[in-house]
């Protein structure tokens, strides 16, 4: 049986991201971790999370955790939630400059000025709450029957701006497009959370107990 370890490094909304693990397949054992043993030994890696990028580079760095997370990063299939893509990237603009993990080039803005504006003196809401499109940029397993153009859940006032558009398999526009799904070899990271966009968000998750690391 497959075991998928979603990664506990207190950052919260993880047992809503286990439930829906487990709704998807019954064939897959789903256990919410903290240790960097029960990382390493898992066949397939979960990195949800909510709150600020410091908390969670540094709750990463406890216990061991951040260096079998990154080598399970090398090679296991790895879904990134939410602060689980924001983590991958070079750093982040949040709490005056934060270096995150550095295995995808780019960096991590904050909605702001101009950037938040829809045009017509109206200002988008930051954070950037609710339903909304995305885009697929290429072809991946984890998107199986989902369509093009189809809506998740978002919650978040910081966005992806990756270096290299070939990392890039999804975007959404709000305000400006922005890297809303993160892909390369084995690791595949949104911005959205799948746990609370229904029916999609469910298929995306069971695309991810099937889904072998390649692309």
Known sequence: ????????YGMGNLHSVCKALEHVSSKARVILTSDADALLKADKIVVPGQGAIAGCVQALSAQGLGQALMQCLENKPYLGICLGLQALYDSSEEGGGVDCLAVLPGRVRHFSGKMADAGEGVRLKIPHMGWNQVRQTREHPLWHDIPQDARFYFVHSYYADSADNKNV?????YGIEFTSVAARDNIFAVQFHPEKSQRYGLQLLENFIHWNGEA
């Open 1 to 8: 049986m497959t075991t998928v370890a979603v990664l506990d």
């Open 169 to 173: 398999a999804g975007l959404t526009q």
